[in-house]
């Protein structure tokens, strides 16, 4: 299992100190939740912030867009170089050119799935995939509870992956934890986000990487 600790749940007072120790305490992916305060109702940061972030990482940034205008935030966050840009398939009206454009700066594209949003939504947009983000929350807030009809849908996205694109990964994000990531595994996921696991661990977040993987 690879695992993506959300930075929504670190402490900003000390940020780049708790993005190195992601990556120190064995992190594949650096989450980070971009919120506009109009796609959902919380506002968290930008690009000035989000560079800081890639400067302490040394791991590739793996980019939630939850904002209305998702055109304008690639761009703004494409000179930064993340490894994924992520957005979500219920606020764009022409995911497939974003899609390319995405591709078109050399960074793998992804679409987020919000928790009523069902995978053939994107069955035809797959091939051009490299990841799909299902959430188990409601998009906004770290530390929700998960929502356990997650696992019937990566199932059936991973059929339809095999069938299309058997390179596309699956990533689920939101109260994900050491409890429900072997039922995760075991539906097809790839990549789980954790945000409060991680950073609230009565251990260490190497701790908490270490035991979701
Ligand atoms: C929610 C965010 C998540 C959040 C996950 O909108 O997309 O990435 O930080 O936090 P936990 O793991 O605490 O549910
Ligand atoms: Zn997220």
Redesign the pocket.
């Known amino acids: 299992m690879l695992v993506a600790p ?1 930075i ?2 670190a402490d900003f007072g000390h940020l780049a100190e708790d993005v190195r120790a992601i990556c120190e305490g064995g992190c594949d992916l650096v ?1 980070v ?1 971009v919120m506009d305060g109009h796609f ?1 109702p919380n506002l968290t940061i930008g690009p000035v912030v989000v560079e800081a972030v890639a400067k302490a990482a040394t791991k590739p940034l793996d980019i ?1 867009l ?1 904002v209305q205008n998702n055109t304008f935030f690639v761009e703004l966050f494409a000179p930064l170089k993340p490894g994924y840009i992520s957005f979500h398939i219920e606020e764009e009206k022409h995911p497939h050119r974003l899609i390319q454009k995405i591709r078109s700066y050399g960074i793998k594209p992804a679409i987020t799935l919000n928790p009523h949003t069902p995978p053939e939504a994107i069955e035809f947009l797959l091939e051009d995939l490299d990841m799909v983000l299902l ?1 188990s ?1 409601n ?6 509870s998960f929502i356990p009809s997650v696992i019937e849908k990566a199932k059936r996205l991973k059929a339809m992956i095999e069938k299309r694109n058997p390179d596309c990964l699956i990533e689920v ?4 934890n050491d409890k429900n990531v072997r039922e995760l595994e075991a539906a097809g996921v790839d990549i789980v ?5 991680v950073y609230k661990h009565p251990v260490s977040v190497e701790a908490a990487i270490a035991s979701l993987k």
Request: no cysteine; hydrophobic share 35%.
């Open positions: 959300s929504l749940s989450h939740d959902v939630h939850m959430m929350v998009p906004g807030f770290g530390g929700q994000d939101g109260g994900v986000v954790a945000g409060s696991y």
